[in-house]
């Protein structure tokens, strides 16, 4: 096997430079199979939407979702608390920012008392929205 087949190698099978991207994917809009394939994929996608949810009221689905993120929002407080309560019998180290400049000191706060030469993050926008990667 090869280097890449066993994972050593720095770039995946579908790693692409990013100066290749946009004319890439100008390429891929303009392909007539490729916008074909995706058609046929949304099309496939959406009837299979509307079968999982027919003889469903989606409007009463709707107000009850809403109704329940507006409740939980108006207990977030204590929501917040109770999850601190369990992430900390749990083990796990909660940390309270004031905004997003204070969670990126904390972040780097961390990082700097453990040496880190790399960091790891999920995919969030609470991430996105307080400029982590730019930080």
Same mark, same amino acid.
């Given at each position: =096997?090869?280097?890449?087949? $066993?994972?050593?190698?720095?770039?995946?099978?579908?790693?692409?430079?990013?100066? #290749?991207?946009?004319?890439?994917?100008?390429?891929? *809009? $303009?392909n007539?199979?490729?916008?074909?394939?995706?058609?046929?994929?949304?099309?496939?996608?959406?009837?299979?939407?509307?079968?999982?949810?027919?003889?469903?009221?989606?409007?009463?689905?709707?107000d009850?979702?809403a109704? *329940?993120r507006?409740?939980?929002? @108006?207990?977030?407080p204590?929501?917040?608390?109770?999850? #601190?309560?369990?992430?900390? #019998?749990?083990?796990?180290?909660? $940390?309270?920012?004031?905004?997003?400049d204070?969670?990126?000191?904390?972040?780097?706060? *961390?990082?700097?008392?453990?040496? @880190?030469?790399?960091?790891?993050k999920?995919?969030? =926008?609470?991430?996105e929205? =307080?400029?982590?990667n730019?930080?």
């Amino acid at each position: =096997m090869s280097e890449t087949a $066993h994972g050593s190698s720095h770039h995946s099978a579908h790693h692409i430079d990013v100066k #290749e991207f946009h004319p890439r994917a100008r390429a891929a *809009i $303009h392909n007539p199979q490729v916008r074909q394939n995706f058609r046929k994929a949304m099309d496939g996608l959406m009837s299979k939407r509307k079968s999982a949810f027919e003889g469903w009221d989606l409007e009463t689905l709707r107000d009850l979702g809403a109704n *329940i993120r507006m409740r939980a929002l @108006a207990s977030l407080p204590d929501l917040l608390e109770q999850l #601190e309560q369990k992430l900390t #019998e749990n083990g796990i180290t909660v $940390h309270w920012a004031a905004d997003g400049d204070e969670a990126c000191r904390i972040v780097r706060d *961390i990082c700097v008392a453990r040496d @880190a030469k790399t960091a790891i993050k999920g995919k969030s =926008m609470v991430s996105e929205e =307080m400029e982590l990667n730019h930080y």
